[in-house]
């Protein structure tokens, strides 16, 4: 049975940049230049903070003074029990269930050093409708994710394209950082992100998980 997700999911968004084969992809070149010259070999972290959490149905606000803000459909993990050093073939256990994510931003310059100011805007990380337990997941490797703007598919993807899986996530992490009960692990965002406007209804579907609808709101200027 699903349970409400914002009682349970109340601890720190972690997000993870690069984890779809597609959009790594699409860097290789870039990664190849100065003064990286490499693509990267740990994973990409990031964390939304506090003031980014939002929730199904509800409004994302199009910062005033800004050219382009993006959606990005991912699914999420949340952590049932605490995650220290823990091993691949145990990582589930310490699972609750999952969620769809919303992980709005600003456009980046740099995928190695994801942007404060892009990422961690009031309302950019929506999440919901529930929480679905693990159990009720048969693979969470092979769920579709779909993007729609007004009823319309933008963009489409599958989980069966993680260059890391979710147990290889979480024992990554955990290895130098302890994950706690209430944890959401955003597990990535795929190529083609699409740009949103005022006035658009914006939602997520995932296999299994449900829809996760938001509403794009221009900034009063004057707030």
């Known amino acids: 049975m699903s349970r409400a997700l914002h009682d349970v999911a ?4 972690f997000g993870v940049a690069l984890n779809y084969q597609g959009l790594l992809n699409q860097r290789l070149a870039e990664f190849e230049q100065a003064p990286y010259k490499q693509p990267p070999v740990k994973p990409v972290l990031f964390i939304k903070t506090p003031n980014t959490r939002n929730g199904h149905d509800c409004a994302v606000v199009y910062p005033h003074g800004v050219e382009r803000l993006q959606p990005g459909p991912a699914l999420g993990v949340v952590i049932g029990k605490t995650a220290s050093r823990v091993s691949v073939e145990n990582a589930l256990e310490h699972v609750a269930g999952y969620t769809i994510v919303n992980e709005f931003s600003l456009p980046e310059d740099s995928y190695y050093r994801p942007a404060v100011k892009a990422k961690c805007r009031d309302g950019f990380c929506s999440f919901g409708p529930e929480l679905v337990p693990v159990d009720q997941v048969a693979d969470p490797h092979q769920l579709a994710l779909k993007l729609f703007v007004n009823g319309e598919l933008r963009q489409e993807n599958s989980t069966a394209h993680f260059v890391r899986s979710i147990p290889a996530l979480i ?3 955990s290895e ?3 994950l706690h009960e209430g944890d959401l692990l955003i597990t ?5 992100r699409v740009d949103v ?14 829809r996760l609808a938001n509403h794009i709101v221009a900034e009063q200027e004057n707030r």
């Open 197 to 210: 406007l005022p006035g658009d209804k914006v939602e997520v579907e995932i296999t299994g998980l449900g």
């Open 171 to 173: 024992a990554e992490l």
């Open 10 to 13: 109340t601890g720190t968004l």
């Open 188 to 192: 990535g965002t795929p190529e083609g």
């Open 176 to 178: 130098f950082m302890t």
